[in-house]
C-alpha cells in the first residue's frame, strides 16, 4: 500500500498536470506492452503496436522499464516547465552521476542488468544518447499514434477532477481518484505492490493523469524528489476506434476510399454549439440544460460527434463526461467560409 501524508500546507498546494506527459506515458506505454493485463481495452493497440516496435529501442528500454516492479527514478524527470519529450531527454541526459548509480544500484538487486548498464551508471555520454534515442523512438512507434486520443482522455479526466473540486474543494479531488484510493484525512491511501509513505511534507503534489498507467498509482521510490503521483485515468474499451492505423469501424453511409464519412452529418447549429461546449467537459445532462433539449437528443448528437473522433466520452461515477478532442478544437479553430461561398454562382 502507498500512503501520501498531507499536511495543511500541502492540500493548499496539490495541483493537477495542464496535460498529458509524453515520456510518462511512453514509460507506462512500454511497460503495458510487455503485460497481459487489460487485454479488452488495450490488447487490439498492442497486437497493431507490438510488431512495429523498433528491436533496438526496446532491447534498450526493456531491462530498464520491467514490466512490472522498480524502474529507476531518473528516467521520469520532473520539469519545471510543464511537459516535453525533448526537454525530458535532455534532463535524463543531465542526471547526476550518484543519482545514475544510486537507481542502478537499486535496479540490480531486484534484476540481472546486461553490461552495457555500467557505462549508464557512470554517465557516458553515448550510453545516455543512445538512451535518449530509445525513448524517441518507442514514443513514435507506440504513443505518437494515439496521442490525440491520450490527449482527449486526460483532458476529460482533467474536467472531471474539476468539477470534483467544484463540488468538495481539494479534498473532493482526492476522493474522486478512482477505486484505487481511498481519503482517510490526513493520507491517501492507494493500492500499490509494496509499503511506502510519503511524506509531503509542505511541497504540495503534482497529480498526472495517466492514459496508459493501469490499476495503481506510480510515484518516485526517492521521497526526497519533487511529489508526483501519475494516476490511471481508465480508458474505455473502444478508444482506439477511429484512430489512423486502429483499424476503425466501418461507418453507414461511407465506402472504403471515401474521405468524409464521419464528419458529413455534422452540420448544424445544435452539434455545433455542443462541440463548443464540451471544452470544458460537460454531462449529457449539462448539455441538455444549456442547449435546451432533451437528454436523448444529446446523446444522439454526442454519439455522431464520437464517431467522427472529435469528442470523446467517460464515465464517472454515475454521470458520462464528455470532451473534445483536439480534432474538435482544431475544426472549432478553423476559419470558416460564408454560406455564401459554399453555393456556386450561375454563369454570368
Known amino acids: 500500500m502507498l500512503r501520501v501524508h498531507f499536511t495543511a500546507q500541502d492540500l493548499v498546494r496539490v495541483r493537477i498536470a495542464t496535460t ?10 512500454f511497460q503495458l506492452l510487455r503485460k497481459r493485463e487489460a487485454a479488452t481495452v488495450f490488447g487490439q493497440w498492442r497486437r497493431l503496436t507490438g510488431p512495429r516496435l523498433s528491436s533496438a529501442s526496446s532491447r534498450m528500454l526493456a531491462p530498464l522499464l520491467p514490466a512490472y516492479g522498480y524502474f529507476p527514478d531518473f528516467l521520469t524527470p520532473v520539469l519545471p516547465g510543464g511537459p516535453s519529450l525533448e526537454a525530458a531527454i535532455d534532463a535524463i541526459a543531465s542526471t547526476p552521476r550518484r543519482q ?5 544500484t537499486v535496479l540490480a538487486t531486484e534484476r540481472r542488468l546486461p553490461p552495457w548498464v555500467s557505462a549508464l551508471a557512470a554517465g557516458e555520454v553515448e550510453t545516455l544518447h543512445r538512451l535518449g534515442e530509445a525513448f524517441r523512438v518507442c514514443h513514435r512507434e507506440a504513443v505518437a499514434p494515439v496521442w490525440s486520443r491520450i490527449r482527449a482522455h486526460v483532458d476529460a479526466d482533467r474536467a472531471a477532477r474539476g468539477q470534483a473540486f467544484l463540488a468538495g474543494g481539494v479534498e ?8 484505487a484510493f481511498r481519503w482517510r484525512p490526513p493520507v491517501l491511501e492507494a493500492d500499490y505492490p509494496v509499503e511506502q509513505d510519503l511524506h509531503l511534507d509542505g511541497r504540495g503534489l503534482l497529480l498526472q493523469p495517466s492514459f496508459f498507467c493501469w490499476r495503481m498509482p506510480v510515484t518516485f521510490v526517492d521521497g526526497a524528489l519533487s511529489p508526483v503521483l501519475v494516476y490511471p485515468v481508465r ?9 489512423p492505423g486502429g483499424a476503425p469501424r466501418a461507418r453507414d453511409g461511407a465506402r472504403d476510399g471515401e474521405a468524409g464519412g464521419g464528419l458529413g452529418p455534422l452540420i448544424g447549429r445544435t452539434r455545433a454549439a455542443l462541440l463548443d461546449a ?3 467537459g460537460c454531462s449529457t445532462g449539462d448539455l441538455a440544460r444549456r442547449l435546451g ?10 454519439a455522431v460527434l464520437r464517431e467522427a473522433g472529435l469528442l ?7 454521470h458520462v463526461l464528455h470532451t ?6 482544431a475544426l472549432l479553430r478553423a476559419p470558416r467560409r460564408p454560406v455564401e461561398a459554399l453555393v456556386p454562382r450561375p454563369p454570368v
Open 20 to 29: 498529458a506527459d509524453p515520456l510518462w506515458e511512453t514509460v507506462n506505454g
Open 100 to 104: 545514475l548509480r544510486h537507481d542502478l
Open 172 to 179: 473532493g479531488v482526492l476522493r474522486s481518484l478512482g477505486p
Open 235 to 243: 480508458p474505455g474499451p473502444g478508444w482506439l476506434e477511429d484512430v
Open 278 to 280: 464540451v471544452r470544458g
Open 293 to 302: 433539449v432533451s437528454a436523448s437528443a444529446v446523446s444522439q448528437h454526442v
Open 312 to 318: 470523446v466520452s467517460s464515465r464517472k461515477a454515475q
Open 324 to 329: 473534445i478532442t483536439p480534432e474538435g478544437r
